[in-house]
């Protein structure tokens, strides 16, 4: 498994930009696909963005597609995501998470490494 370490987080007003870093920790980061999920408070995590660990390719959640991007860096093993146009309903802490050969999955329960949070709050 992987360690993973968020940060890039902190308070920004509507239809700002943020970005966020997760770097990885351990061997073969280039063989784990990534991605994003985020925790509003009260409410279930829910998948942001990912990015496979064959070829780079990304899929998005509906609520961020055209406004976030996700990318990679394997030699830094690190990974991004930036976020533009960001609104009020994005506030949550965002959490990276790593699964090994994984495919496009937004699913939860398909990762297994997860890092602690970085908190976004955007305000109106």
């Known amino acids: 498994q992987v360690q993973l370490v968020e940060s890039g987080g902190g308070l920004v007003q509507a239809g700002g930009s943020l970005r966020l870093s997760c770097a990885a920790s351990?061997?073969?980061?280039?063989?784990?696909?990534m991605a994003w999920f985020r925790q509003a408070q009260g409410k279930e995590r829910e998948f942001v963005a990912g990015?496979?660990?064959?070829?780079?390719?990304?899929y998005y959640g509906d609520s961020v597609k055209g406004r976030f991007t996700m990318s990679r860096d394997n030699a830094k093993s690190t990974v991004y995501l930036q976020m533009n146009s960001l609104k009020p309903e994005d506030t949550a802490v965002y959490h990276c998470?790593?699964?090994?050969?994984?495919?496009?999955?937004?699913?939860?329960?398909?990762?297994?490494?997860w890092g602690q949070g970085t908190q976004v709050t955007v305000s109106s």
């Open positions: 351990g061997r073969s980061f280039s063989s784990y696909t």
């Open positions: 990015i496979k660990w064959s070829g780079g390719s990304t």
């Open positions: 998470a790593a699964q090994r050969w994984g495919g496009s999955s937004p699913f939860l329960a398909d990762f297994s490494s």
